[in-house]
């Protein structure tokens, strides 16, 4: 890589706390979104289902933006791509607080898609690159946290704004950190770009955007509460065979836009195929909770965002001793230790009922909170580990791919679940819910995130070694 820009070494200290800000206005903002709807609908004069073009358009625009996100990174330098990126989502924002109808939000969240779809995989590999192994642990900690954290807080965040202010302030409010995340990436990044300019893949670039869109489209569909399973799997059928066919070509092609070779390193591969299944699991809880209070207790979305609030305490309270419990005991120990406690908190999460006492609740959603943290802080630095730099684009890009699709892969599978558990109860719609319902759901998800282990048990009793300081140091 080439950098064209070489200010102060300093300066790497605080690239991860710039990514990690662009990250948190991203996922922030998609999740807020969602207490804003009937809102915003009652504005455009439209019934609230109108605005699920919009959601659409956004998720497309992942799809399809985030493959070709490291090849052009690395063609234009990853500072002018950040950068631009940060400039689209933000002017995206503006556009999305100041749109009149179902027409132009939906053009906006368009557009505030493609600079998110840069964003998140270009912000990771700067940090990557322009860190060195032994403090990877720590970079990749501060950028992991706002994906943990927005999904929680987010909702509640929404619901306040929409009901003591206006919609459109969600949007707007990017500007100011927009503007102040621009300033500081021109400052403190490095315009790095690939020493060999490849040729774009527009075959894997076509079959990629397909399978994700597919993907996308499908799994979103699948958590729809009148979902059309069919057409769900339909969908989910056509995003395998583009994605097997973006493989088969990507084999073939002598510059691969999603270049698989990177699955060929252990590390990364389990982080990428094994932290999938587990990231699913994971996913289905934040769906899942919100209306077992909500159904099954019968709270208030208020009442249900405050119980919520535990589990980013724990989110945030694992942030600061991840680092430690890695560098102490290591990846694959961590691994295997946090995964099966996730899997048996998210089990305990199906037997919690409205006499449950409040501190057992609130217990329960902490340790889940916790364990959520450290396995994704987990995967994502050791996804890095022994991957080379010539590899870093590719990699990020793989793995941003990964970790968006398991989102709305995650609520799929929860309201699959819930579906399946109603429909053997005997309710012939599969959407009328009871407590008895939420436990299998949570059984279901819980013994997905177990049946992980053995993926886990494959890694190296040395895995990740080079990151942990204390081995560092003999």
Not at 34 to 62: E, W
Not at 106 to 134: D, F, N
Not at 171 to 183: R, S
Not at 302 to 307: A, D, E, P, V
Request: charge should be positive; glycine fraction near 10%; include cysteine.
């Amino acid at each position: 890589m080439t950098p064209t820009s070489s200010p102060g070494d300093r300066t790497t200290d605080l690239l991860p706390y710039l990514v990690a800000a662009t990250f948190f206005m991203e996922y922030l903002d998609t999740t807020v979104i969602a207490t804003a709807l009937p809102q915003m609908a009652h504005t455009f004069g439209v019934g609230p289902n109108a605005l699920s073009l919009g959601m659409t358009a956004y998720m497309l625009a992942l799809a399809v933006f985030i493959p070709i996100s490291g090849w052009i990174a690395d063609r234009f330098g990853s500072r002018t791509v950040f950068g631009s990126a940060i400039v689209i989502f933000t002017g995206a924002s503006v556009l999305c607080g100041l749109s009149n109808g179902v027409g132009t939000f939906t053009a906006a969240r368009l557009l505030q898609g493609i600079g998110g779809a840069m964003m998140v995989p270009v912000g990771r590999m700067i940090v990557v690159r322009s860190t060195e192994k032994a403090r990877l642990m720590r970079a990749i900690a501060t950028i992991t946290w706002p994906g943990i954290v927005a999904p929680v807080v987010g909702p509640p965040i929404g619901g306040f704004i929409t009901t003591y202010a206006s919609w459109r302030w969600i949007f707007l409010l990017n500007v100011p950190f927009g503007i102040a995340a621009f300033a500081c990436t021109w400052l403190i990044v490095r315009n790095t770009r690939a020493d060999e300019q490849r040729p774009l893949d527009w075959i894997g670039f076509v079959l990629a955007g397909a399978a994700l869109t597919c993907l996308l489209i499908g799994t979103e569909a699948a958590g729809q509460q009148d979902a059309q399973f069919a057409h769900a799997a339909v969908l989910v059928g056509a995003s395998v065979l583009f994605g097997v066919a973006a493989w088969l070509h990507a084999r073939r092609c002598a510059h691969p836009l999603l270049d698989f070779t990177t699955l060929e390193v252990p590390t990364f591969s389990v982080t990428v195929i094994t932290g999938s299944v587990t990231r699913i699991a994971i996913n289905a809880v934040p769906y899942l909770l919100p209306l077992l209070f909500q159904i099954g207790f019968g709270l208030s979305p208020f009442q249900s965002g405050l119980l919520l609030l535990a589990s980013a305490v724990g989110n945030l309270g694992m942030k600061a001793g991840t680092s430690w419990i890695l560098d102490r005991f290591g990846f694959r120990r961590v691994a295997l230790v946090d995964v099966t406690i996730v899997g048996l908190f998210t089990i305990a999460c199906g037997w919690l009922t409205a006499s449950t006492p409040l501190a057992v609740t609130l217990l329960v959603v902490f340790v889940y909170g916790l364990t959520r943290s450290m396995q994704f802080t987990t995967l994502a630095t050791l996804a890095y580990a022994d991957i080379p730099a010539r590899q870093t684009s590719a990699a990020s890009t793989l793995w941003s791919a990964a970790q968006q699709m398991t989102i709305g892969m995650g609520i799929a599978f929860g309201a699959l679940a819930l579906r399946v558990a109603a429909s053997l109860r005997g309710d012939a719609t599969g959407v009328h819910y009871v407590l008895e319902d939420f436990r299998w759901a949570f059984v279901a998800a819980g013994v997905l995130a177990l049946l992980t282990l053995p993926g886990y048990a494959r890694l190296a009793l040395d895995a990740g070694d080079r990151l942990r300081a204390s081995v560092a140091r003999g």
